[in-house]
């Protein structure tokens, strides 16, 4: 037989943590299902020296804020992946990991929603997807008419300079992603160049005021 849960919510992250907050606080019934560990690619799929990219005060949960003594600051990716899983343990969130969801369904049952996981199927009245917007990186289409002697791969898959081999190196994007790694590039003594687009950069503050 089925489990029947009333809402299931896939992925631990900071958003399914914040929907488990919520609804524990309505006293529903729920379970998180995460295929990794809390915060999972906040873990597996940033480079060593990725900070976060808005200043320390901004850095809050419902119910929980990060504690720092340099609010104007940024903290490494470590920090955020700690904030995250001390969140999940504040809330008592009810997570259950390395649980794989390989199809969601119309169910003919009870509930409307079935789930089949690698831990067997759930039946749930509802369903929250909190995998986040990007759950694959996005190859621009060009890439396939770079030569094959050419190393290509997505940021999430850049962990440092020394993992990439000898020779100049072209960061294609000028988001936050982009412009840390290729300073991450250039600090270990490579050349590295930036491919922008249409890109607009601003001014963190202006005049006296921070925009973040």
């Known amino acids: 037989m089925n489990e029947k849960i009333d809402t299931v919510i896939i992925g ?27 915060g999972e690619r906040w873990i597996s799929e940033r480079w060593d020296s990725f900070h976060f990219q808005f200043p320390n005060w901004t850095i809050e949960l419902p119910g929980y804020k990060y504690q720092t003594e340099d609010p104007d600051g ?11 899983q001390e969140y999940a343990d504040f809330i008592k969130a009810p997570v ?14 009870s509930m409307p929603y079935l789930l089949r ?21 996005v190859i621009p289409p060009f890439s396939s008419d770079v030569p094959n002697g050419i190393r290509q791969l997505h940021s999430s898959a850049y962990r440092n300079a020394g993992g990439l081999p000898p020779g100049a190196l072209l960061v294609v994007g000028s988001g936050a992603s982009g412009f840390q790694i290729a300073e ?16 607009r950069r601003l001014s963190r503050r202006y005049p006296g005021g921070d925009y973040a």
């Open 12 to 38: 631990a992250g900071h958003a399914g943590l914040t929907m488990s907050y919520f609804l524990s606080q309505r006293g529903l019934e729920h379970v998180i299902v995460e295929r990794g560990r809390v």
């Open 74 to 84: 940024f903290v490494p990716g470590r920090e955020i992946v700690r904030f995250i």
């Open 96 to 109: 259950r990991r390395g649980v794989d969801v390989n199809a969601l369904e119309n169910s003919s049952n």
């Open 117 to 137: 996981t690698n831990a067997g199927a759930i039946e749930a009245s509802n369903v929250v997807i909190a995998t986040g917007q990007r759950e694959k990186g």
């Open 184 to 199: 991450d590039l250039h600090q270990n003594g490579r050349q590295v160049s930036v491919c922008m687009g249409r890109d």
